[in-house]
């Protein structure tokens, strides 16, 4: 330890000098105030008494004084008694890091912060005073001492030479000041991908390997974001706010608020060409159910509804899933009106497409559509719209109040009006958006949202709204004239990134008259705009979510608004990153790509990540604190975790040879998307392959299909029955199967030939359907008694209780003969033989059928759920075998536990 | 942490020395003047007379201190003296609260069971009764406050022509038995939920609070 210097030094300084003078600061101010709010004030004898009589006047009011008295004296002690002003930051703030930093605290508590700073003498940090400590700090700080003068300097000379200038030819200037020059149109190119926009110099530097988000600079000061590295998808992706936000987000989504995400980094294609081409593409790509081409899809055709689903691609005569995606038609113009039936007549209409789909399979897709679009006789086109086209995403009650908040209609007059903004303007009172038709559309255009902006609460209470919202979302009139979409239109996605500057903006609001709204100009681009609502699930109950695509230099004028509106249920939307992503979806009961989708590349991809990810925070642990996969005891003498215990090892599950994360350095998704298509192929393809829920329910119900590939794996959503909470890389193993003896065969010497170190109980299978909780079901409850009879091997039979009025004696007597009754075995039984800690054991590697992807507590479920995914082949063989009911039972282990919990699953 | 465990005390000083029962060379000044004037006055005001002379809480605390040292000898008093405090005195209502430290609050008891007289110079004769333990001075406070409504609302009947029942009663604030019963109850409750953090001897306690 350091000599008395250094303790010395380490305590706070005297508070300052001026501060002590006046003697109003430290403990010299605060301890009289706390002891005058602590004395009860009190009254001599004499207030009691009548000139010395006793009365009763008097002594009433001796009491109603002493009552006084005392309460005053607790109001003023919890007063004194206050907390600091840290102690009152609102709860989503984080408190431990730099809660010392009045900057940090709300505006209304800063000054109190300061006040009380002083007074206790925290120590606190100067930004300016602080000297930098490390090497790189003081690099960093002389060069920026050096680039002030430099700019100083440049500044100067610049003035001197306007200076200059200025006198020699001052009308020179000025008429070179007239000239305008047009801002470019960014260029598109076909079949291939585009280079991101311009940046600013500025911050040119930072996007070398990634892409910001129009809203970066505004996340970056409220949310976590991908480190600046190790950027996903080749963006800088929000990852969640700085807030405490996991039940927040929670009760916003649902229950009450709205959550909003930034999702430009969504990717969206576009796909041009004749109708016939198009539709030949888009069964390519596994759309290949009729009713999308036929009289069903006519809306979807004709882009009135949406269409989103899982885009796969044929390889070697297999099918290979891509990833989901959002598919929207543009509107045919309506002079040259073609039905659909009609796409045979020798004018070939052409036909314009949206393709959104998530980042981590975009180049997957746009590969392969880029590959069937050069197979088309009449070629068609595929663009790469990710900057053009920018997102927004809400989910929660308040979403279609917030939307109609801000976005209003361009043309409000009648007869120029929009039909879609006309039933977008009547969605007010909606409070789910998947109340609407399913997967529809709109799709209009919206003035800047900065003219009114501060935005201001949406008037909900207006009387007769009821029926005329019933009204449009029974007949949900969209299709009257319907006109091609402004979004599709590069001209007015160019045009509406020409918004006028914040200063033009302020300007003219300072010109308006007070409480005018303020006029459109020319100079006041329609921003085109499209809105659709989706539903997680097919139910229908679940809160949807709202999204919507404007052109990329939109998005941030529109979230400014959006962060700012006032909600009529109170507060602000809250914003969300990938992580709210993930908790709103698995609350909602949906897989969420990539992460739940291991058989498809991104999925596979996003695993590997995972997989290295949980190997750091793994090696970083000290011995004794990291579970030792080798050693653990799963029972019955079996030991080490089945796989990888840091993955979720489909490799394991279907004997493959681990190669994934061999081959994933050239497929770091940080380099995928930004260089060219062709060295995408080279990613590994995903051995086992995703089938959907129709497939595995048709694989299910008719006997003639074949079984699936036996590497084919489903999704399921798991709900633990019992109690425990399965997290990531959980195993999930089936029930086993009963021994085939004892009953049919009857002869005692053909023994289960069970492995010599695995000597599993023969009613395994028994032990855990006793694990389920009773019902009123009297069948079973006749039925486990029984089973429970044969259960010799476990060591615990209780003896009988002793009643509650047993006398001492006769407790004595039965305790005396509970001890003698009770056979110990000797030797005892190694542990965990029989079962562990009192819960069966978990079944061998053979019934091992999936993995969890994705698993917590589940706030809207109040009970351990879980995401994951099994074989589909042993599904389908358990399924089969037993009732659907006993086949949907599965148990759930956690990687590196020995106890494994029974879970029902469900193929989502 | 280091948390310093207290105990607070509700004590009432209730005079023995009533008109009836008293002499009238015992009696202070109030008795005199009553006697001269021969005024019947209500058992009410009779028990819970305000304490005349200045006492103050050093004094009472210096008689306490005293009191302890001739029952426990050093050793209890150098225990007691740790925290030994008054948090309030109104001799207008004759009620006080001591702040004693937990391990220790029944020395201070015993001694306040065994004084017998107002520590002032010529004091009277009175009892000390401990109303009420707390570890929390809310809790104490909150007490007081109920007693002195139920004192107020004895002496609103008492105004209205009512005779209090009995001198018990009125000793006890209480309008009837049922007060009487859960005041003396809540005194014996506290004191066993006390000996449950305690883990002391639940039997002394139980008797000192009977006594």
């Not at chain 1, 605060?30 to 002594?59: M, S």
């Not at chain 1, 800063?110 to 009380?116: H, L, M, S």
């Not at chain 1, 939307?403 to 006309?422: N, V």
């Not at chain 2, 009995?166 to 005194?187: E, I, M, Q």
Request: with cysteine.
């Amino acid at each position: 330890m350091s000599s008395g210097k250094g303790p010395e030094s380490r305590k706070r300084k005297e508070p300052p000098a001026a501060a002590a003078n006046t003697k109003k600061s430290g403990q010299n101010f605060k301890r009289p105030k706390r002891v005058d709010a602590r004395t009860i004030r009190a009254q001599p004898a004499d207030a009691a008494l009548e000139d010395g009589k006793l009365d009763l006047q008097k002594f009433l009011n001796a009491r109603e004084f002493e009552i006084k008295a005392i309460e005053d004296s607790m109001r003023k002690c919890k007063a004194a008694n206050s907390t600091r002003t840290f102690q009152q930051v609102p709860r989503a703030m984080r408190r431990r890091t730099a809660s010392h930093n009045v900057k940090r605290i709300p505006k209304r508590l800063r000054e109190r912060a300061k006040r009380e700073q002083v007074a206790d003498n925290t120590p606190t940090v100067d930004a300016k005073k602080r000297r930098p400590r490390t090497t790189r700090a003081r690099i960093r700080a002389e060069n920026a001492k050096r680039l002030h003068v430099l700019a100083n300097k440049k500044r100067k000379r610049q003035k001197e030479k306007e200076l200059a200038s200025g006198a020699t030819e001052g009308s020179n200037s000025a008429l070179e000041m007239k000239i305008q020059t047009r801002q470019p149109r960014p260029k598109i190119l076909r079949n291939s991908l585009n280079a991101p926009p311009q940046r600013k110099s500025k911050f040119r530097k930072r996007q070398i390997n990634k892409t910001w988000l129009p809203t970066h600079l505004w996340h970056a000061k409220r949310a976590r974001l991908t480190e600046p590295a190790k950027p996903l998808w080749s963006f800088a992706i929000p990852l969640t706010s700085t807030e405490k936000c996991y039940r927040p987000t929670h009760r916003a989504s649902g229950q009450k608020g709205v959550v909003a995400w930034d999702m430009s980094y969504m990717s969206t294609m576009g796909l041009y060409g004749t109708a016939v081409g198009v539709e030949r593409v888009l069964r390519a790509l596994g759309l290949t159910q009729e009713g999308l081409w036929g009289n069903r899809g006519q809306k979807w055709r004709s882009g009135s509804r949406t269409w989103t689903g899982i885009l796969s691609k044929q390889r070697k005569g297999s099918v290979q899933d891509i990833g989901p995606a959002t598919i929207i038609w543009n509107p045919e113009p309506p002079k040259e009106d073609v039905d659909m039936e009609g796409s045979d007549s020798p004018r070939q209409p052409r036909r314009e497409l949206l393709i959104r789909t998530h980042p981590s399979c975009f180049l997957e897709l746009f590969n392969e559509l880029v590959k069937l679009v050069k197979m088309q006789s009449p070629q068609l086109q595929v663009e790469d719209l990710r900057y053009e086209i920018g997102s927004v995403e809400l989910t929660g009650p308040g979403s279609t109040e917030t939307l109609l908040g801000i976005l209003e209609p361009f043309y409000d007059k009648a007869d120029t009006k929009e039909c879609h903004a006309r039933v977008f303007k009547s969605l007010v009172g909606v409070i789910n958006p998947s109340s609407l038709p399913k997967n529809s559309l709109l799709a209009f255009s919206v003035r800047d949202p900065r003219l009114a902006y501060p935005p201001r609460r949406l008037n909900t209470s207006t009387a007769s709204r009821g029926i005329p919202l019933i009204e449009t979302l029974t007949k949900w009139p969209i299709e009257e004239g319907l006109k091609p979409f402004g979004l599709f239109n590069r001209d007015s996605r160019f045009k509406a990134s020409q918004l006028p500057t914040q200063k033009m903006i302020n300007k003219r609001k300072g010109t308006a008259l007070p409480g005018q709204p303020v006029r459109i100009t020319d100079a006041d681009p329609p921003i085109p705009v499209m809105l659709f609502s989706s539903r997680p699930t097919a139910d229908g109950h679940a809160q949807g979510t709202w999204t919507l695509l404007a052109p990329w230099n939109c998005i941030l004028p529109i979230w400014y608004s959006l962060m700012h509106y006032p909600l009529s249920t109170g507060g602000n939307p809250r914003i969300g990153g990938l992580d709210e992503v993930r908790q709103v979806a698995f609350e909602q009961g949906v897989a969420w790509f990539p992460g739940d989708f291991p058989g498809t590349e991104a999925g596979l991809n996003w695993e590997v990540e995972e997989r290295k990810k949980r190997k750091r925070e793994w090696d970083k642990r000290p011995k004794s604190k990291k579970v030792d996969w080798k050693s653990l005891d799963l029972g019955a003498g079996r030991k080490g975790e089945l796989g990888d215990g840091l993955a979720c090892d489909f490799e394991f599950l279907f004997g493959l040879p681990k190669t994934a994360p061999a081959v994933d350095p050239s497929q770091h998704p940080t380099s995928s998307a930004s260089q060219d298509p062709e060295q995408g192929n080279a990613s590994p393809m995903p051995v086992f392959r995703q089938i959907s829920k129709s497939l595995f329910n048709s694989l299910l119900t008719s006997p003639s299909l074949e079984k699936p590939a036996a590497q084919s794996v489903i999704t399921v959503q798991l709900s633990l029955v019992t109690r425990g909470v399965a997290n990531t890389c959980a195993r999930i193993y089936r029930l086993p199967s009963r021994p085939p003896t004892s009953s049919q065969t009857e002869v005692p010497s053909t023994v289960p030939p069970l492995p010599d170190d695995s000597s599993l109980p023969a009613d395994l299978r028994d032990q855990w359907l006793r694990q389920l909780p009773l019902k009123s079901s009297a069948s079973r409850k006749n039925k486990l008694p029984a089973a429970g009879g044969q259960d010799k091997g476990a060591p615990s039979q209780k003896p009988p209780r002793i009643p509650a009025d047993a006398s001492m004696e006769t407790r004595k007597a039965l305790v005396a003969k509970s001890l003698l009754s009770t056979k110990l075995e000797y030797p005892p039984p190694p542990a965990n033989q029989f079962n562990v800690g009192g819960y069966p054991l978990c079944p061998n590697e053979e019934d091992l059928i999936g993995f969890v992807t994705t698993g917590s507590f589940c706030l809207s479920e109040g009970k351990g759920m879980a995401v994951g995914s099994i074989s589909a082949a042993k599904a389908i063989d358990t399924l089969k075998s037993v009732d659907a009911k006993e086949g949907r039972l599965c148990i759930v282990r956690n990687a590196g536990e020995s106890v494994g919990w029974l879970a029902r699953w469900e193929a989502i | 942490m280091v948390r310093l465990k207290d105990r607070y005390l509700l004590v009432n000083i209730v005079y023995s020395d009533t008109p009836g029962a008293a002499t009238k060379k015992q009696t202070g000044k109030v008795g005199q003047q009553q006697q001269q004037q021969q005024e019947p006055v209500s058992d009410l005001l009779l028990f819970n007379q305000p304490t005349i002379g200045d006492l103050t809480s050093q004094m009472l605390l210096k008689a306490i201190r005293s009191q302890v040292n001739s029952l426990f000898g050093d050793c209890g008093s150098g225990a007691v003296d740790r925290r030994l405090q008054v948090k309030y005195l109104s001799p207008a209502t004759s009620t006080f609260i001591l702040l004693v430290s937990r391990a220790y609050y029944r020395l201070v008891w015993a001694a306040l069971s065994f004084m017998d007289s107002v520590p002032t110079r010529n004091g009277r004769r009175c009892i000390y009764r401990v109303v009420r333990v707390s570890g929390t001075i809310r809790k104490v406070e909150e007490d007081a406050i109920r007693r002195a409504r139920l004192l107020i609302l004895a002496a609103k009947r008492e105004m209205a022509g009512e005779q209090a029942g009995t001198a018990l009663d009125a000793l006890f604030g209480g309008s009837g038995g049922k007060d009487v019963a859960r005041s003396l109850t809540n005194v014996v409750d506290q004191d066993v939920n006390d000996d449950d953090d305690d883990n002391g001897s639940t039997a002394e306690d139980a008797e000192m609070s009977d006594g």
